[in-house]
């Protein structure tokens, strides 16, 4: 079975707001419930949203609201009990294993907050790794351009072990950036990280959007919000608010915690 | 806390890794499995074969008078009774004369040609005799008085079930005279059938038959004779003095018989049985061991993943303040169910072995007697080893983790992962293709122990294999030189033994050289000696002082033969033929054993042909003038036969068929011709060698049944400890959408480089194993033969193909796992 191509139109019915891009992600009345024992527990209920191409949007929650559950849903990882999922066009909602597989290296690429490198390999080959999975050989760059362009460039032959947490991070995002797909998906990325770490990583981030990628960080941490094009907040698995930081879109060297 | 909480925890870690639990269980149990019922077959031997000679009474002592020497009836029980000292009515239980006698059985059944050298043993039937080396029936019917002077007899067991011959039957001997014979039956003598001419080999292809003593001299011409006297003495009697005193009266009173007096421990069938057990209780120990060692190796795997995998919690126990010996609790708890169910398991594979194996030995040794009792006391030390293995394997990595300070076993995250010295080399070590080409040899380096112990388990059961098909390829391999040397040139030569010595030119000569199926005819003799070391070298005349232990002699049959213009000359491989009457040309195998080659002296003890017709024993110093390489120990060539005695005689004469005629058309000629005492092809010895490898592989086969079961157990608990541990990078591939045909790909080469390290490592050692098992075990239990070490081409095509083989198909096993990871949650595993 194939995907089934969905038409997305340029956005601006979701809560307000409207760039006139193209549609890069589209949840309609989405909910995921797991079974725990005996129970059902919701993780989303009802969830419907919109993301433009090129926005950094910021998945805001405290711990069980749901903002992993999200990112996994719209990165293939996990598919939704209810409603419709569709992603670039492409509707995930019912996709085979394989073909969720398909879509995951040719669609998006994750960063996680324990960076999940492979520690038998270097950080170039960690890199080359993302390459090579999406067989983009040549497309966006040599790896170690793309190592250099995290701030890498000095240690491509070190194993994760060899790296400092910043660093191990900084090679995800260029694993992430390796695979040259358009949407990037971070869980918690600064998570284990220090603040003039975290805020280096992010800026990085920062810097994909602005390269026309999509970016959406998930975080527990309302301070990162700030620098967000976007941010969706969730609760016990719902949105609660939806929309540019309150107090506006500030640089990433404004931020403190 | 209570044992109840502990047990309880410990067994969720069980439940949790039951698959790998129980691999490494069955791992356990083969090994102590194997050791315990491979064991038990020592304590079972040993009782059977001492309830076995027991049973039918064997000789305590014998009178052997010289071969083609014969005495009257009485003879040698009066020399007996003449011995100084000796009591017959207090110290002899009973004493038997009896006739044997060199013949050639034909038990042809209608197409099936059945022709082979054998011997005639007349004892005596009457009195519920023979009382001494007793004979008991199989199938049939025993002999009686009214069957004394009858053409009936018992056909050797070994001899009959071998060549699938009918309980009861005909059977015509050397000179055409026909037997009936009554039934099957087994003698002490006989336990181990050894023929005289080929040592070991003789199982199926020497033909005994037990016959009334009447019965034998009426059909060997020599009526009212006899030329063997056997003895069983009453407990407690003090034997060597006895011994020595019948040596004295047989010196004394019959110096002219070239008597020979021997105790029960020098008959070659019950030294083969006896030493037989001690060198098979080697064999096994070797392979218990190997067996065992495989297990430990994955035991210590399974137990350091284990212990890996509680890191945190082990660090989290011990910030909490808990004692090292409380935190330990847990994983040894675990490692003592895993091993009281490995011990449990092994005590059934146990039974299984021994049911295989026990059914193997009494098809290959059938004895009157088969004691099979479950062996409490092997079984038991199995047992405590399947307990101690695990425990050891669990003990060492909990004391390593319960060392680590607390803060560095709870870290999480980048900061747990931690890499190997020899990531310096994978650095360096250029790998074709992409990051996924590199990734299974870098996982093997990143974790060298893990990659070490898998090795190193599959090599325990490579080695076993390689040692077992190895041990067969040498005994092949020899066998192979044999055809070789003896065949070389004349594939057809046919050997005929006369019944005594004949003059050259004698009617019974002539009336095999006349024959139309015979092309050429050469006369030779052959005879039993010993040779023995000489102290010194170039002609010194002192015997060595381990020339006096039986054991460092070499029994030889001598072969006078024209080797200046004969048909056949035996091939040299050191030195030159004999060319004067004082040089003889040895097996290399027997120089090796003498410690002798060229040029060198030794002292031949042969019998000599007197005037008066008669035999004598004398020792004669020769000169070894070369080596041939026959693996057969005992062939040892004359040029002259004057040291002898015996010019101008013969008993030996090759043929060779007369163009258009078979081997097989010359032996039913020469059969039935007078004198004739077998026919047989040079192919003989070597044919008798490959019966005797058939049979041995049935023992193997067992063994590598269950080497090939625990390969695979091995390899499958390897992999399936490599895919716990690698579950978060599988995860991280699937997110990346990696196919998990590219995930199973990459396991499957992985486990092919760990398959052929091991298998590697698994055939140095193996042949090193093989070259024990030539050079130093079977030397001792099959000196007259020289095996030596080998590996076919196939043997390690074979170990190499099983080797890579399961370590290959294993990570198939995990291909469920795979398909249901649950990417999302072991994502978020944070370590």
């Known amino acids: 079975m194939a995907f089934d191509e969905v038409t997305t139109r340029p956005t601006g019915n979701q809560q307000g707001r409207s760039t006139g891009a193209t549609v890069a992600v589209q949840m309609t009345d989405v909910s995921r419930r797991y079974l725990v024992g005996s129970s059902e527990v919701a993780a989303l209920e009802g969830v419907n949203l919109e993301i433009d191409e090129g926005q950094f949007v910021v998945v805001l929650g405290p711990s069980g609201?749901?903002?992993?559950?999200?990112?996994?849903l719209i990165g293939a990882l996990d598919v939704a009990t209810d409603g419709e999922v569709v992603v670039t066009g492409r509707r995930i909602t019912g996709a085979s294993r394989a073909e969720l597989s398909r879509f995951r290296r040719d669609t998006v690429s994750f960063i996680f907050q324990s960076f999940n490198l492979f520690p038998g390999l270097t950080a170039r080959e960690n890199v080359q790794f993302g390459r090579d999975v999406t067989r983009r050989r040549g497309e966006g760059g040599d790896v170690a351009e793309i190592l250099a362009s995290v701030g890498l460039g000095e240690r491509l032959d070190h194993f994760p072990h060899e790296l400092s947490g910043g660093e191990q991070q900084r090679v995800a995002i260029a694993r992430a950036l390796a695979t040259g797909n358009r949407i990037m998906l971070a869980d918690e990325p600064t998570g284990e990280l220090d603040f003039h770490t975290g805020v280096q990583i992010l800026g990085l981030l920062q810097e994909q959007a602005d390269a026309g990628h999509t970016v959406l960080v998930v975080t527990h941490n309302r301070e990162i919000s700030r620098v967000a094009d976007r941010v969706i907040e969730l609760s016990s698995g719902r949105i609660v608010r939806d929309g540019p930081p309150i107090e506006g879109k500030v640089p990433v060297d404004e931020l403190s915690w | 806390m209570r044992l109840s909480f502990w047990l309880r925890w410990s067994g969720r870690d069980l439940r949790k890794r039951w698959p790998q639990v129980v691999a490494i269980a069955l791992v356990i149990a083969v090994g102590t499995g194997v050791f315990a019922g491979l064991g038990s077959t020592t304590q079972w031997r040993r009782e059977s074969n001492d309830a076995s000679y027991a049973a039918l009474g064997m000789h305590d002592i014998k009178l052997s008078v010289s071969e083609g020497s014969?005495?009257?009836?009485?003879?040698?029980?009066?020399?007996?009774?003449?011995?100084?000292?000796?009591?017959?009515?207090?110290?002899?239980?009973?004493?038997?004369?009896?006739?044997?006698?060199?013949?050639?059985?034909?038990?042809?059944?209608?197409?099936?040609?059945?022709?082979?050298?054998?011997?005639?043993?007349?004892?005596?039937?009457?009195?519920?005799?023979?009382?001494?080396?007793?004979?008991?029936?199989?199938?049939?019917r025993a002999l009686g008085p009214s069957d004394d002077g009858q053409p009936v007899g018992l056909l050797e067991v070994h001899f009959a079930d071998g060549r699938k011959l009918a309980p009861t039957g005909a059977l015509k001997i050397a000179g055409g005279a026909s037997l009936d014979y009554v039934g099957t039956a087994l003698s002490p003598e006989y336990f181990y059938v050894i023929d005289p001419r080929g040592g070991l080999l003789g199982a199926m292809d020497f033909a005994v038959v037990f016959a009334p003593l009447a019965t034998v001299q009426r059909l060997t011409g020599w009526a009212g004779r006899v030329n063997d006297l056997v003895i069983g003495l009453r407990p407690g009697v003090d034997r060597e003095r006895l011994v020595a005193a019948i040596e004295d009266a047989a010196a004394e009173g019959a110096p002219d018989l070239g008597i020979t007096v021997?105790?029960?421990?020098?008959?070659?069938?019950?030294?083969?049985?006896?030493?037989?057990?001690?060198?098979?209780?080697?064999?096994?120990?070797?392979?218990?061991?190997l067996i065992l060692a495989g297990a430990a190796f994955a035991a210590f795997n399974l137990a350091g993943r284990m212990v890996e995998a509680q890191r945190r919690e082990i660090g989290v126990g011990m910030a909490l303040g808990a004692t090292p010996a409380t935190i330990a609790r847990r994983p040894l708890l675990v490692g003592l169910e895993i091993a009281v169910l490995g011990a449990v398991l092994g005590v059934v594979v146990g039974l299984l072995v021994d049911l295989a194996i026990g059914s193997v030995f009494e098809d290959l040794l059938p004895l009157p007697v088969w004691k099979t009792p479950f062996q409490v006391g092997v079984f038991v030390r199995g047992a405590a080893l399947g307990v101690a293995l695990p425990m050891v394997?669990?003990?060492?990595?909990?004391?390593?983790?319960?060392?680590?300070?607390?803060?560095?076993?709870?870290?999480?995250?980048?900061?747990?992962?931690r890499g190997s010295r020899l990531e310096a080399l994978a650095r360096r070590l250029p790998v074709p293709g992409g990051?996924?080409?590199?990734?299974?040899?870098?996982?093997?380096?990143?974790?060298?122990?893990?990659?070490?112990?898998?090795?190193?388990?599959?090599?325990?059961?490579?080695?076993?294999?390689?040692?077992?098909?190895?041990?067969?390829?040498?005994?092949?391999?020899?066998?192979?030189?044999?055809?070789?040397?003896?065949?070389?040139?004349?594939?057809?030569?046919?050997?005929?033994?006369?019944?005594?010595f004949h003059a050259v030119d004698s009617p019974e000569v002539r009336a095999i050289r006349d024959l139309s199926v015979v092309g050429h005819a050469e006369t030779g003799v052959k005879l039993g000696g010993t040779l023995a070391p000489l102290s010194s070298k170039g002609g010194g005349a002192e015997r060595s002082q381990a020339a006096g232990d039986r054991r460092s002699e070499v029994n030889v049959l001598l072969e006078v033969r024209d080797l200046d213009h004969g048909e056949w000359v035996p091939p040299v491989s050191k030195g030159r033929l004999p060319r004067s009457s004082d040089e003889i040309l040895l097996a290399a195998e027997a120089g090796r054993d003498l410690g002798v080659g060229p040029g060198d002296t030794v002292l031949l003890r042969h019998p000599v042909a007197t005037t008066a017709g008669?035999?004598?024993?004398?020792?004669?110093?020769?000169?070894?003038?070369?080596?041939?390489?026959?693996?057969?120990?005992?062939?040892?060539?004359l040029a002259r036969p004057d040291v002898l005695g015996l010019t101008g005689s013969a008993n030996a004469i090759q043929v060779r068929p007369a163009p258009g005629r078979t081997v097989a058309d010359v032996q039913r000629a020469i059969f039935g011709l007078p004198g004739v005492a077998s026919v047989q092809p040079a192919s003989a010895m070597a044919d008798a060698l490959e019966t005797a490898i058939d049979q041995s592989v049935g023992i193997f086969r067992v063994?590598?049944?269950f080497m090939l079961f625990l390969a695979v157990l091995i390899a499958f608990n390897s992999t399936s400890i490599a895919a716990d541990e690698r579950s978060r990078d599988h995860a991280t591939m699937l997110a990346f959408g990696l196919p998990v045909r590219s995930l199973l790909r990459l396991a499957v080469v992985e486990g092919l480089m760990v398959g052929l390290l091991g298998t590697a490592i698994g055939l140095i050692v193996g042949r090193l194993?093989?070259?024990?098992?030539?050079?130093?075990?079977?030397?001792?239990?099959?000196?007259?033969?020289?095996?030596?070490?080998q590996l076919a081409t196939g043997t390690m095509t074979s170990a190499v193909a099983l080797g890579v083989a399961a370590v290959a198909i294993a990570p198939l096993f995990t291909l469920r796992r795979l398909l249901r990871v649950d990417v999302p949650s072991t994502l978020r595993v944070m370590e």
């Not at chain 2, 105790?263 to 070797?286: C, K, P, Y």
């Not at chain 2, 004398?618 to 040892?636: K, N, Y």
């Not at chain 2, 194993?769 to 070490?789: C, D, K, Q, R, Y």
């Open chain 2, 703 to 705: 063994i590598q049944y």
């Open chain 2, 435 to 500: 990051s996924l080409s590199r990734l299974p040899l870098r996982n093997i380096l990143r974790a060298p122990r893990r990659t070490l112990l898998t090795a190193l388990g599959i090599a325990s059961a490579i080695t076993t294999l390689v040692a077992t098909f190895g041990l067969v390829d040498s005994f092949v391999g020899t066998l192979t030189v044999a055809d070789r040397t003896t065949l070389a040139g004349t594939p057809n030569r046919v050997m005929v033994e006369l019944d005594r």
């Open chain 2, 70 to 140: 014969t005495a009257a009836a009485g003879r040698l029980r009066r020399l007996v009774d003449q011995a100084d000292g000796l009591d017959g009515r207090v110290d002899v239980r009973a004493m038997e004369e009896r006739l044997i006698a060199p013949t050639q059985v034909d038990a042809s059944i209608d197409d099936e040609a059945i022709l082979a050298p054998g011997r005639l043993v007349g004892v005596p039937v009457s009195e519920g005799g023979p009382r001494v080396d007793g004979i008991e029936v199989r199938e049939g």
């Open chain 2, 614 to 637: 008669s035999t004598r024993i004398e020792e004669t110093i020769m000169r070894v003038a070369g080596l041939h390489p026959s693996p057969f120990r005992f062939e040892a060539f």
């Open chain 2, 393 to 417: 394997a669990t003990a060492w990595p909990v004391w390593r983790a319960v060392r680590i300070p607390p803060v560095e076993a709870i870290r999480t995250g980048h900061l747990a992962v």
């Open chain 2, 262 to 289: 021997s105790v029960t421990e020098d008959d070659r069938s019950w030294q083969v049985l006896h030493d037989d057990i001690a060198g098979d209780q080697q064999f096994w120990n070797v392979f218990a061991g």
């Open chain 1, 65 to 72: 609201s749901g903002k992993t559950t999200l990112v996994n």
């Open chain 2, 769 to 789: 194993v093989v070259e024990w098992f030539a050079v130093t075990l079977v030397a001792n239990t099959l000196p007259e033969v020289g095996i030596t070490a």
